[in-house]
Each structure stands twice: as structure tokens, then as C-alpha cells.
């Protein structure tokens, strides 16, 4: 289960010793001051004047939700202040009794020593009374956030993943109502990241889980319809009543409040780091030729031949590219990753494919969709044991591939995942992965016994560690590999992130998602390879700017001479398109901003035109978008009184004028995008 009961409480380097109170409590770290009441209820707010209350009363922020009542609200009877290291630390204590129902509340609120703005809480509930209740389930940190001057919208950063395929940023109006459920959401979708947050123009917050695993929490935002007020939290619904008996403990999942201005790029990158520093995660390292741009050879789809493939590859290595994707299509079936009929000479073709790809110069990376077999697969036959089971004792479906899902924690998965790893590193050569689909970032409990599971919703836990697989035992046949996880259309279970070393825009439906997409990842690692995925899928087709402006890799399935005759699209490349791409491919090799730093100097919600900020040792390459723009544009981040070149490095003209940094404005006028670099 999820949530252990019978737990004894230990706190350490604290001594537990309560004393009778009723005051009031405040608890400030930097800016973020929370005040709780005699009831247990809350108020957020910050202490710099600049950032209007967030909600004016005080109000029930957790509750313990049962068949026989609902609570959130417990008289505070004891509070205990300590210090455990550098970290100071609040031990609040209250009770609820009616009825003869009496429930304890215990929390422990931390100011951590290295992380401002933000507060870490543990939640424990435990029943005193004789009386049993049937529990439904938990809520956490329900925040109000009231709209400044009558707004009409807010904005938040909601990562949970459904068929929808819906941004990741989304405004928020009166009657919006999102549950972002981490678990699976659809058979194929499910994960996201564990943190969520609203803000408006003068600042925001966040709430989110600070536990080591994914856990099948939801993060319900919503704005009721004639509320002043929206709201967003933790919540955890039981699959099944628990049964809450005299002694035993609820203990809710560790959690963190955390106060921002701008967009949600502070608060999620800080989250990040107090996760690799306080929780000892540890992120791949992007290798070099993880940045380099990339030809995917998914423009030909299914049906493509090896010779279209070796056709293109004298085009694709003159435009520039250095990585060849070899995707869907060789194999006999989901499972059985061999080469199909269409490939005579068996799978000694992809060797020779991959040969010809590196006589080029260009090195080879294979599609491949793990944890996935068709029903009819000799995977299947010869190893049934691998499924992961439902509670019914079935197979769980994958609809968008026709297939089941194996049990990422079996060992009878793992020693056959190792062996195809051996095969597409070894025998077919290949030197990195492009591991798609959308069933990949998360998966439902498993109740196969061969699982050998504690408990079903450990796979759920235990998940990423097949990635850890993957790339442990692919970087010992190619110590330099790089390893792409493709959630297509997901926002990205952050635990899997450890274990790739090149993000990807994943399936975007737009440039502005690939812009989205590309901030939160470098918040989240700065220090990782993040591909746009193909260009092709941008905005009319050709938006290098959207992919090089955000620090993205650039990538391309065009198709040439021709196009595959059993593909309904075209993509193929045009002497009109063949310009733009050399023109855009050499200013991304030129300036490979893909391995700059991105500054957070704007707000991708409020600021106008849409801007993102790349530096790279002493200069600034700034990107600005909108449909069309005619007016000012202010340049942050400029040192005053200081005398600046700017230059229009994308067009054709390469403009170049001066700017002061105590007027770091500028009046333009553009469609799409404008790109500049100063320094």
C-alpha cells in the first residue's frame, strides 16, 4: 500500500516535547511567510510588498477525508521548535475530537538551510479513539490564490499526462477544473512531474511531493464558477477504503510550499535541485554528440527500405546532420524486436545498414518501443510470466500499439531486455536509442505474482529503474551512447529523466510546446541535450527559430530524392526547403545554444512578445515570438551603464546596432520570431 499504517513516529535529532498553546503560528523562510491558526488552517503570503496578498482569511489547507466524516480542521494544543543540523524545525500538534471520534494531527514543517522561499512538511495522522473510520481518502496543501484587480485568468503549470496531450502551461478561468492524476489516466497515459503551481503577474506558488519515487497522487486545480478564488493542491484517493482503527497512523507523503515570482521555471528548477541535493538524485550526463542535429528517417514511416535510407544519407550528411534514427518499422512485432520480411538478408541488413551510415561519418541510433509485446508475439508464447497483470489477473492493453505491457520489475524482463540491448548495440552497432511512446513514462500496478512485488503499486515505485537498466548496461557496450526517452505527448515522469541523456519535445503539436516543453526541461537540467524533436512538426513545418531560440537540438525527417510510395504525406525536401534548412542548420552548428545556459529573464505567460534568453560566456542570444509584433522590446539582464552590440544574426542583412544597458529598449517590428544575440 501506499500509505503504511501502525507507524511509529521518530523524528532525528529532535526531542518530542510538547507544550499547551493557542497562539497563533507564523513560519517565514525568505520571502514566503505561512501563518496558522487555532484551527490548523493557513495563510500564504510574502513579505515583499511588491506580491498583493494571495488570499485575505485563513482557511483548511489539509484534510482527512472518511465515509463516517471529513476533516480539516484540529485545535492546535502543542507546538515544539528545534533545530535538526542547520534547519530549523516546527512540531505542530492538534486534535479533532467529536462524537466520539478522536483523530490527531501531527505535521513537521522545515525551513530548509539551503533552499529560500520554500518550506518541507511531513503529515501524520493518527486515530486516539475507540471509533473506526473507513478512509476515502487525504488532501495537502489546498492553496487559495486570489486573481490581482478583478483578472480574468491566472496561470499554472500542470504536468500530468492523458490522451489529450495537453500543454503543460495552461491558463486558468472560472470554472476550470483539471485533476492531474500521476497514475495512469488512459491505458497508455500516465506520470507527469510532482509539482504544481499557479501565479499571476506579481508572484505565485508552488506545492509538490519531495518523495523518491512516483507516487499515483492527483494535483487538482480548480476555480469554481462565482469563487473569488482558484485553488490547487495534493490530493490521494484510496482504490480501495482503508480502515483506519484505534493506534493507527496515516502517514501523508512528504511535501513542499514554495513561493516564486515569474513563471514556473524558479520553483520547478529549485524543486530539482532540492531533489539532487537533499534526495540524492543523480541526472545523466548529456554526452557531446547528444547535441549534435539529427536526421530521422520516420519521413519514409513504416514501409521505408534500407535504400531509401542510404539514398538520402549523401543529402542528409551535406545539410549538415550527424545522427541517422532508424525508426519503426524493421521489426516483426512489438516483442519481437528482428527484422521483418522486407529485409532478405535477416538481421545482418541493419548491420549493414548501420556500416553505411558510419562510412558517412554520421552515426546510427534505433528505434525501439520497450515494455511492449502484440498478443501474438513469440515473446509472449515462450514467456508469459513477463505480463504485467491488472487486478483481475488480465493483461494490461496498450491501445495506441496493439499490444500488453510487460512488468518493468520482472527479472524475466530485465535478462531479455539485456539481450536486445546486446544485439542493437553490438551486433547491429548502433550507437544510441531512440526509446518512444507514451506507455513508457508510467505504468499501472502489477499483481502478476512472477513479479514478485511487496505490494502492486511498487512497479508504479519501481518503474524507473528499468531505465536505470538500460542505461547502465548500454553504456558498458558504448561508454558514450546516448539514450532518448520519447513520452510521446507526455509531460515527462521526472523520475525516468535520471536515466536519459537527451530529452526530446516528444510529439510537440506546436512550436509554442516546443518552446514550453524546452523551458521546463532546462529547469528542471540544465545541463541536458533537449531535442525539438522534427522540424516537420513545428509551426508551418520550418520553425528552426522555435527550436535553436529555445537552446534546443534541430532534427528533420525530410525525405529524398523521393518519398516512400505506401506514405500518404510528403515531406519531401524541396529546393525551396533545402535553403532554409542550410541556412538554419549552419547558424545552429555555428552557435549551439543547445549548450548554453538558459536565463529566466521573462515570463512566458505575461511578457510580451513571448522571449526566452540563451547565454553562452559573454553574449546573450535572445529570442522573441509572436504571430506578428511591431513595437518595443526591453532587453533584461543588461548591466547598466554599459554600452552593447546587437546583432539580427538570423536574417539575411546580419543587422547590427548599439544599446545602452540603463535603456536596454528596443522598437522593432517582425512576424513569427526575431532572433538577436548581444554582447
Not at 542 to 561: E, L
Request: hydrophobic residues 35%; aromatic residues 14%; glycine residues 6%.
Amino acid at each position: 500500500m501506499n500509505t503504511r499504517l501502525n507507524l511509529t513516529i521518530t523524528f532525528i535529532g529532535i526531542i518530542l516535547f510538547f507544550s499547551s498553546c493557542t497562539k497563533e503560528v507564523i513560519i517565514t523562510n525568505g520571502e514566503l511567510k505561512m501563518e496558522i491558526n487555532d484551527l490548523m488552517q493557513v495563510k500564504f503570503s510574502s513579505l515583499d510588498k511588491n506580491i498583493k496578498p494571495f488570499y485575505t482569511n485563513f482557511y483548511p489547507s489539509d484534510e482527512l477525508r472518511a465515509e463516517e466524516l471529513s476533516v480539516d480542521k484540529f485545535k492546535l494544543v502543542n507546538i515544539q521548535k528545534s533545530k535538526e543540523g542547520n534547519a530549523v524545525v516546527y512540531i505542530l500538534k492538534g486534535e479533532f475530537q467529536k462524537d466520539g471520534f478522536n483523530i490527531e494531527k501531527n505535521q513537521i514543517i522545515t525551513i530548509p538551510e539551503k533552499f529560500s522561499n520554500m518550506l518541507l512538511f511531513k503529515t501524520f495522522y493518527v486515530n486516539k479513539g475507540n471509533k473506526t473510520l473507513t478512509v476515502n481518502s487525504w488532501g495537502n496543501h489546498k492553496i487559495r490564490i486570489m486573481p490581482l484587480n478583478h483578472d480574468t485568468v491566472m496561470w499554472s503549470f500542470q504536468p500530468s499526462s492523458s490522451n489529450q496531450r495537453k500543454d503543460w502551461i495552461l491558463p486558468v478561468k472560472q470554472g476550470f477544473n483539471q485533476k492531474n492524476y500521476l497514475g495512469m489516466n488512459n491505458s497508455d497515459y500516465g506520470g507527469g512531474i510532482p509539482m504544481v503551481n499557479m501565479w499571476r503577474k506579481d508572484g505565485g506558488l508552488a506545492v509538490g511531493l519531495t518523495e523518491t519515487t512516483l507516487k499515483m497522487i492527483s494535483m487538482p486545480v480548480k476555480w469554481i464558477k462565482y469563487n473569488d478564488y482558484a485553488t490547487f493542491g495534493l490530493q490521494y484517493e484510496y482504490s480501495k477504503p482503508i480502515i483506519f482503527s484505534k493506534n493507527d497512523t496515516i502517514r501523508t507523503y512528504d511535501s513542499f510550499v514554495e513561493l516564486h515570482t515569474g513563471d514556473f521555471f524558479n520553483p520547478l528548477k529549485q524543486f530539482s535541485n532540492f531533489m539532487q541535493s537533499e534526495k540524492n538524485l543523480k541526472f545523466a550526463k548529456s554526452e557531446p554528440e547528444a547535441f549534435e542535429p539529427v536526421w530521422c528517417a520516420w519521413g519514409y514511416e513504416r514501409m521505408f527500405t534500407i535504400k531509401e535510407i542510404i539514398n538520402t544519407l549523401p543529402k542528409v550528411k551535406e545539410l549538415g546532420f550527424k545522427w541517422v534514427d532508424v525508426d519503426d518499422g524493421y521489426q516483426i512485432a512489438e516483442g519481437d524486436w528482428e527484422v521483418n520480411e522486407r529485409f532478405p538478408g535477416g538481421n545482418n541488413d541493419l548491420r549493414k545498414l548501420t556500416d553505411e551510415i558510419h562510412n558517412y561519418g554520421l552515426k546510427a541510433k534505433l528505434w525501439w518501443a520497450p515494455l511492449a509485446a502484440d498478443p501474438c508475439s513469440k515473446l509472449l508464447k515462450e514467456h508469459p510470466e513477463v505480463l504485467l497483470l491488472t487486478e483481475e489477473g488480465i493483461p494490461q492493453y496498450i491501445t495506441w500499439w496493439n499490444s500488453f505491457y510487460l512488468s518493468p520489475v520482472n527479472e524475466v524482463t530485465k535478462l531479455y531486455t539485456n539481450n536486445l540491448l546486446h544485439r542493437f548495440l553490438v551486433e547491429w552497432n548502433f550507437d544510441g536509442l531512440k526509446i518512444d511512446g507514451q506507455h513508457l513514462n508510467c505504468c499501472p500496478p502489477d499483481y502478476n505474482p512472477a513479479s514478485k512485488l511487496t505490494y502492486p503499486e511498487q512497479a508504479v515505485e519501481k518503474f524507473p529503474t528499468y531505465f536505470e537498466n538500460i542505461l547502465n548496461v548500454s553504456q558498458q557496450y558504448k561508454p558514450h551512447v546516448v539514450i532518448q526517452i520519447c513520452p510521446c505527448g507526455c509531460a515527462v515522469n521526472y523520475f525516468i529523466i535520471p536515466f536519459m541523456n537527451q530529452a526530446v519535445a516528444s510529439d510537440p503539436t506546436s512550436s509554442r510546446q516546443i518552446r514550453l516543453k524546452g523551458k521546463a526541461y532546462k529547469a528542471i537540467n540544465d545541463q541536458i541535450a533537449y531535442y525539438a524533436d522534427h522540424v516537420e512538426l513545428s509551426d508551418n513545418g520550418i520553425d528552426f527559430a522555435s527550436q535553436i531560440g529555445i537552446g534546443g537540438v534541430v532534427g528533420s525527417k525530410f525525405t529524398y530524392p523521393k518519398d516512400n510510395p505506401f506514405v500518404k504525406g510528403s515531406y519531401l525536401l524541396t529546393p525551396d526547403k533545402e535553403k532554409i534548412y542550410k541556412k538554419w542548420i549552419n547558424i545552429y552548428s555555428q552557435k549551439m545554444l543547445s549548450k548554453g545556459n538558459y536565463l529566466n529573464l521573462y515570463d512566458i505567460a505575461y511578457d510580451k512578445p513571448e522571449a526566452h534568453v540563451i547565454q553562452k560566456g559573454d553574449t546573450l542570444f535572445y529570442a522573441f515570438y509572436a504571430d506578428k509584433w511591431n513595437g518595443n522590446i526591453e532587453l533584461r539582464g543588461l548591466e547598466q551603464n554599459r554600452n552593447y552590440s546587437v546583432c539580427e544574426y538570423t536574417s539575411d542583412s546580419k543587422n547590427t546596432f548599439s544599446v545602452n544597458g540603463s535603456n536596454p529598449v528596443i522598437k522593432t517590428s517582425f512576424k513569427n520570431n526575431y532572433l538577436i544575440q548581444v554582447y
